[in-house]
């Protein structure tokens, strides 16, 4: 695991019940990027998935510090 998710993120997986597996599909292939509006260290990765109803999960990634783990 290169990345480290924040509590606000543990909590929100749960809650929505979300598959760490769909996170780490997003984080390391996402089907499309985008850079942050506001701060210029982030980056949205996102990917579809179909059985989840076809729904796009967004991981917003801290590129700066996901650098320095990799």
Same mark, same amino acid.
């Given at each position: ?20 597996? /769909?996170?780490?599909?997003?984080f390391?292939?996402p089907? /499309? ?22 729904r796009?999960?967004?991981v917003?990634?801290n ?5 320095q783990?990799?």
């Open positions: 695991m290169d990345y480290r998710l924040t509590q606000h993120a543990q909590d929100v997986l749960q809650k929505r019940q979300i598959a760490l597996a /769909w996170v780490e599909k997003a390391y292939q089907e /499309w990027t985008q850079d942050d509006a506001i701060d210029p260290d982030l980056e949205h990765r996102m990917a579809r998935f179909p059985e989840f109803g076809d796009l999960l967004r917003i990634v590129i700066k510090t996901v650098h783990l990799l």
